[in-house]
């Protein structure tokens, strides 16, 4: 069993094409000599460029989201064929700015997971607490009915088809990480929970990602932790130099 270290950028909506291209020009060159998996979410419109400049390159390429359906009268939606079409492999769902800003619930973050799955998308799925739900006690649970909820109905017999990102949403682009501790011990319940859900071997192999402020100052430490299997990073994916110095210690 091993659970390859996995880094994931996503930029959200930030770069303008040329900035996009460069970027990821930048991090495929200082990947080369990287030891873990490395994956670009980039918007929408910057996915073409960022594919040309990866090309060759061992970076994954990733989108920020997807639609349920192939096709439609989805107005404003991105289908998961069309994010394949341009040479995606993974898509984040569920993500907390998803769910807040633009009101995603569990049940539609586990239709588009599962539109991802059918066309052959790797969903990174976020699940994560509200400071408010940390500091009155509600963390499990909270993480355990995204679980329940955004995988229902779905089976999982390669867990390289799978990955979860922990993100407590207090810790995201606020310089607030969590600490390893409570980092680990958020992993290892959502990892206990993904083996009442599916073959305790599967759960074993399914890679658990952390997400919020990562840093090169965090990033080792938190990967020292058992069930931290890499990273979901925002703001210090922005720039060549706060990437470069995470991944490289990793
Ligand atoms: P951050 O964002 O690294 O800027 O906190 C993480 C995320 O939103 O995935």
Redesign the pocket.
């Known amino acids: 069993m091993s659970r390859r270290p996995l880094i994931a950028v996503?930029w959200?909506m930030h770069l303008s094409l040329s900035e996009a291209a460069a970027l990821a020009e930048a991090i495929s060159l200082s990947v080369a000599t990287a030891a873990c998996e490395t994956v670009i979410a980039p918007p929408f419109t910057s996915i073409s460029v960022v594919a040309e400049a990866l090309r060759g390159s061992s970076v994954m390429l990733g989108a920020q989201n997807c639609c349920w359906a192939e096709q439609g009268a989805f107005t404003g939606e991105i289908s998961p064929l069309m994010l394949k079409e341009l040479g995606c492999s993974m898509v984040?769902v569920g993500?907390?700015?998803r769910r807040q800003l633009f009101h995603e619930d569990n049940r539609m973050v586990n239709r588009r997971l599962q539109g991802a799955m059918a066309a052959g998308l790797v969903p990174v799925l976020?699940i994560g607490e509200t400071l408010e739900q940390r500091q009155t006690d509600q963390t499990t649970a909270v993480l355990k009915e995204q679980l329940l909820e955004c995988l229902s109905a779905v089976s999982v017999t390669d867990p390289s088809r799978l990955i979860i990102?922990y993100?407590p949403v207090w810790?995201?682009?606020?310089?607030q990480t969590a600490s390893s501790q409570q980092a680990q011990d958020a992993h290892s319940f959502i990892r206990g929970i993904l083996a009442d859900m599916f073959e305790k071997t599967i759960a074993t192999e399914i890679r658990i990602l952390y997400?919020?402020?990562?840093?090169s100052d965090n990033v080792s430490a938190l990967m020292a932790q058992a069930d931290i299997d890499g990273a979901?990073?925002?703001?210090?994916?922005l720039h060549i130099d706060s990437f470069a110095g995470i991944i490289h210690l990793v």
């Open positions: 996503n959200k984040i993500h907390s700015e976020c990102a993100e810790a995201i682009g606020t310089g997400g919020g402020s990562v840093k979901l990073v925002g703001g210090a994916g």
